[in-house]
């Protein structure tokens, strides 16, 4: 196989053959092919796209190029949810341990932060001693024992992603249909869930902000589910400001701990509640939206979702003292509160901006070989539709670079906009796509 050969075809808008792409995955996977050439190979396929052949061809070859979960061992129909990427998305930190406890088990395979985005990984391992790199068996053991389990991609689960997904992160190639349904869908199936429920972000702080491109991408992601027998839907949701009020690695997984404990920003609570809801309806337990956000609820209420994440948190190696005194964990050394220029209405807050923002606080990577700053991040005291008066605080930068502070200062204030006037809070929850092509409002 000539790689160059592979990669001008790809260029100038050619189809790449099942065969070529099998071979390409493999190579990557097992570190045959440089970062430089698969960077260009993945920048032509942003350009060019894929044929949906192609997206099955690479879809399948990540899936083999790592070991598959069997879940077969465990009772109930394993369903889990995966977002397409949202800043301040603490969802699944959240909502795992309480479809758990509503008596759906959750496989759960994350991924790190991608591009502005913040990665369920990244947070998770927050954590003192927090392990995402269980094999299959303590993966089984996890989910048997707790009702779910958190992991990522490793070098025997999908490490063609693994690599890929790095590599896009800081080479400008994460927005693109094929690469992203190819991502999750071979994640979902290597972990051993039986249904999904994907959270199709839209608006400005989505990969793909556009509301054609969000239906592709949610049309595709759930025709390739379903393509490959996992029963997927896909539920649309606004992501159009950070979604809760932190955005960064410890400071989410502290708002989730709030979330679980029944304290959590109502965008965050309404997102978990019909994610929820859906996954409760795919496992059998609900046939109803309205009964599964109350079953989620109860296991606020119950503190049984909160028990969930301390006991799945200590049996992949973290301290869950942490998660029940959040205080003991230290703060960034610089805390920069940012105030409001006048008194009006928040009229919106740049969710790109502010994901931006807090890859450059340190809460996020530049280049691969990266590690992420737990601490770092921003805090949010208003939302859109929200008062403020001149000098009140908007926004609060946490980060361990001094260096740093005044451009990310500057960035966030700009991500805020205002009016005189009072402003409305536009519908989180959009469309539900299900196999059929069906979308409900
Ligand atoms: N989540 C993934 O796992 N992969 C992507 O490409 C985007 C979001």
Redesign the pocket.
């Known amino acids: 196989m000539n790689m160059v050969e592979l990669i001008e075809r790809k260029r100038d808008g050619g189809v790449l053959s099942d065969g070529d792409i099998t071979r390409v995955v493999k190579m990557y996977a097992a570190g045959d092919i440089p970062d430089y050439q698969m960077s260009a190979l993945l920048m032509a396929v942003f350009f060019q796209g894929m044929k949906r052949r192609e997206l099955d061809a690479l879809t399948a070859a990540m899936l083999a190029s790592g070991e598959t979960a069997d879940l077969t061992g465990i009772d109930g129909v394993k369903v889990d949810k ?4 949202g800043v301040g998305d603490k969802v699944s930190i959240i909502l795992a341990p309480l479809v758990a406890a509503a008596g759906v088990p959750v496989p759960m395979m ?2 790190r932060g ?1 591009g502005h ?1 913040g990665g369920t990984l990244d947070k998770l391992e927050s954590i003192p001693g927090f392990r995402t790199g269980l094999d299959n068996a303590a993966y089984r053991a996890v989910i048997r024992e707790t009702g779910f389990a958190m992991i990522g991609q490793s070098e025997r689960m999908v490490p063609a ?1 693994r690599k890929m ?1 790095a590599l ?1 992160d800081v080479t400008g190639c ?1 927005p693109s249909i094929p ?2 349904c190819s ?2 869908i071979s ?1 979902k199936k290597a972990e051993g869930a039986d249904a999904l429920v994907l959270d199709v972000k839209t608006g400005s702080g989505a ?1 793909l902000p556009g509301r054609k491109d969000t239906l592709a991408l949610a049309r595709e992601l759930v025709r390739l589910g379903n393509s490959l027998s996992l029963a997927t839907v896909a539920q649309l949701t606004a992501m159009d400001e950070p979604l809760g009020l932190a955005v960064g690695n410890w400071l989410e997984v502290k708002e989730s701990i709030d979330c679980l404990h029944g304290r959590g920003p109502d965008d965050v609570m309404a997102v978990v509640k019909r994610l929820g809801a859906l996954m409760l309806i795919l496992g059998g337990r609900t046939r109803s939206l309205a009964e599964g956000e109350r079953m989620i609820m109860a296991e606020v209420r119950s503190g049984e979702g909160f028990r969930r994440l301390c006991s799945m948190v200590e049996m992949q190696g973290g301290d869950p003292d942490v998660l029940r005194e959040p205080e003991r964990m230290a703060f960034a050394r610089y805390r920069i509160p940012l105030a409001a220029p006048g008194p009006g209405f928040v009229s919106g807050i740049d969710a790109r901006e502010i994901g931006l923002a807090a890859v450059q606080t340190g809460a996020g990577r530049t280049v691969k070989e990266a590690g992420v700053d737990a601490q770092a991040g921003i805090v949010l005291m208003k939302k859109r539709g929200d008062r403020v008066e001149g000098g009140e605080p908007l926004a609060e930068v946490h980060t361990n670079m001094p260096e740093e502070h005044d451009v990310i200062a500057g960035r966030v204030l700009n991500a805020f906009a205002f009016s005189q006037h009072p402003v409305e809070r536009p519908p989180l929850i959009g469309e539900l796509i299900d196999p059929r092509g069906y979308v409900e409002q």
Do not use: E, M, P
């Open positions: 995966h977002s397409t990427g994350s991924g991608l985005t992603d997904y896009r994460v690469l992203i991502s999750i994640k990969f």
